[in-house]
């Protein structure tokens, strides 16, 4: 899911998360806003959202993401979730700001209602094997992850869903290919030199101009699961020069919730 700079980029049929209301589809898109149809058909919900409001608090899913297909193609992510489930996995991930623990891939599998809580827990048990053995993963803290985010915008999605974009060569997609290890460094090896206290250290000045096109809404989740986020996340914005007016929704209650946090010392 990404944050939605412009209501220009947003597409009619695009899937949107808002964190207390769930998922919707853009029905329309004009200069001023957005019509919505809500998965939840509840009347209290809002068709029409002004143009400020979607930027500040609604997140875009990948078309081709995890998320939009279980809107549009519940059955087929099943599927793939059983047949292909390492693909399936690295297709949650990529929808998600960094790493996740168990129980978080849980609650968006189980709550999207792709399998029950069971059924997760032994899907889960046999997938968090295969990952070990899977260059596309790196585990840390016992959350996992896609190894430096290295994952290709154009691979394909696993098997049986249906891509929006054209596919090159023909046959059963092959996966996910990451990017060669040198090519793209670790983002939180990158975040740790650019909230480094030292401007002179080698490397930080591309490191925070990394940081920077990356983002706040990829960066900072990676900085709120920090032992020291409540010192670090005030030194990395300081650093960066980000406004609350850039950050989303769903960031904004992760820092709320290193705000209420004691500071520590120590980084993870």
């Known amino acids: 899911m990404k944050s939605i700079r412009d209501i220009a980029d947003l597409r009619a049929n695009d899937v949107l998360y808002h964190s207390a209301f769930g998922f919707a589809v853009v029905q329309r898109v004009e200069p001023r806003g957005a019509e919505l149809k809500w998965e939840r058909d509840t009347p209290d919900l809002p068709v029409r959202v002004g143009a400020e409001v979607i930027r500040r ?37 990529d929808d998600l700001p960094g790493p996740q623990a168990a129980h978080d891939l849980r609650d968006w599998v189980v709550g999207r209602g792709l399998m029950s809580g069971p059924a997760f827990d032994a899907w889960w048990r046999r997938t968090e094997g295969l990952c070990r053995s899977d260059p596309r993963f790196e585990t840390t803290k016992g959350r996992v992850g896609l190894r430096g985010r290295q994952i290709a ?105 290193v705000a209420l946090r004691p500071a520590a010392t120590g980084s993870a």
């Open 57 to 93: 608090a609604y997140a875009r899913c990948s078309p081709d993401g995890f998320f939009a297909s279980a809107l549009r193609q519940p059955e087929r992510l099943r599927a793939a979730l059983a047949d292909d489930p390492t693909d399936a996995l690295a297709l949650l991930l």
């Open 153 to 257: 915008l154009h691979t394909p999605v696993p098997a049986g869903l249906t891509r929006h974009t054209p596919q090159l060569g023909a046959g059963r997609p092959a996966g996910f290919t990451a990017a060669p290890a040198e090519a793209t460094p670790d983002v939180a090896s990158v975040v740790a030199i650019a909230i480094s206290g030292d401007a002179s250290s080698p490397g930080r000045a591309d490191a925070v101009a990394t940081v920077r096109d990356l983002g706040p809404d990829l960066v900072l989740p990676i900085v709120c699961r920090r032992d020291d986020a409540p010192t670090a996340v005030p030194r990395l914005i300081d650093a960066l020069g980000w406004t609350p007016d850039q950050l989303s929704l769903l960031v904004h209650g992760q820092l709320l919730e």
